[in-house]
């Protein structure tokens, strides 16, 4: 079956850029979503396509993905950016897969 | 405006039954992947079943679920269901139920979950 890993947590400074990998087998042949979520919220989708942001994101947030590794950049990090991010793949033979999940501090 | 609202969970004892219930407004939801996510208490989020936008024939489930789970939709109601039977302690978590246009486009939308508790 098919696993992504990221770091359980990132801490960042207000104002700096935090990133955040996600890593998996071959993970840039496949594409990466990248969800945040609030405590008691609902994740919301962040990242799609490996770098495209949907409607109403800030742009401070962006993605990348090669090789085996994706990342979610967020620039000039707000203290509101603080939340708890998973890394999403789908795979044939897994489906919907996501990464363990990072919990950002915002310090 | 897209609303996706779960209803049905609950507390269950080991071996019991529940049907969860995803009720859509906003779009017809037999034109999208539907999808069932949950979150046990503390942890990270986990994918557990998909029932393709065709006729509703193509479903895929993790190995935890499979043969204990059915997903399923009624499109004349709008509204997908999870039908979860033989269910563990492991099974209590907070059931989201969200929406995909294809496998790279991601889960857009999503539920705010239903809770559900299996203890004894």
């Known amino acids: 079956s098919y696993e992504l890993s990221q770091p359980p947590s990132v801490s960042v400074s207000p104002g700096q850029t935090a990133s955040i990998t996600c890593s998996g087998d071959k993970l840039g042949d496949k594409y990466v979503c990248w969800y945040q979520q609030k405590p008691g919220q609902s994740p919301v989708v962040v990242i799609y396509q490996d770098n495209k942001g949907p409607p109403g994101i800030p742009e401070r947030f962006s993605g990348s993905n090669s090789g085996n590794t994706a990342t979610l950049t967020i620039s000039g990090t707000q203290a509101t950016d603080e939340a708890d991010y998973y890394c999403?793949?789908?795979?044939?033979?897994?489906?919907?897969?996501f990464g363990g999940g990072t919990k950002l501090t915002v310090l | 405006e897209v609303q996706l609202v779960e209803s049905g969970g609950g507390l269950v004892q080991p071996g019991g039954s529940l049907r969860l219930s995803c009720a859509v407004s906003g779009f017809t939801i037999s034109t999208y992947w539907m999808h069932w996510v949950r979150q046990a208490p503390g942890k990270g989020l986990v994918w557990v079943s998909r029932?393709?936008?065709?006729?509703?024939?193509?479903?895929s489930y993790a190995d935890s679920v499979k043969g204990r789970f059915t997903i399923s939709r009624d499109n004349a109601k709008n509204t997908l269901y999870l039908d979860m039977s033989s269910l563990r302690a492991e099974d209590t978590a907070v059931y989201y139920c969200a929406r995909m246009r294809d496998s790279s486009t991601g889960l857009d939308y999503w539920g705010q979950g239903t809770l559900v508790t299996v203890s004894s």
């Open positions: 999403q793949a789908w795979d044939r033979s897994t489906d919907v897969v």
């Open positions: 029932i393709d936008g065709d006729d509703g024939t193509t479903t």
